[in-house]
């Protein structure tokens, strides 16, 4: 399923593709995807590093994702972006 879309001949077009692989399998215990258009509370950033971290250790998963900037809005996922840290090059 198609998200968003992008240049798949950008230079950073592997963050794009783990964005859609991670939205197709959407929030399990090593991934969580948080709107944060504006900010996020660095209390709760902290709490979820730690959770996802260690059910990626327990899993033997070498990676995983704390993602800003995308929504589930009426069962629908979507990217919305976000403002929180932004990355020049990057949405």
Do not use: P
């Amino acid at each position: 399923m198609k998200f968003f879309d992008y240049d798949k001949n950008a230079s950073n077009v592997e963050y794009y593709e783990i964005l859609e692989d991670l939205m197709e399998r959407w929030e399990h215990e090593i991934v969580e995807l948080k709107e944060a258009k504006g900010g996020y509370d660095a209390d709760k950033i902290g709490c979820y590093f730690s959770e996802i971290s260690n059910e990626a250790n327990l899993r033997n998963q070498q990676y995983d994702w704390l993602v800003f900037g995308v929504s589930e809005k009426d069962k629908i996922k979507h990217v919305v972006g976000t403002a929180y840290k932004k990355v020049s090059g990057f949405v």
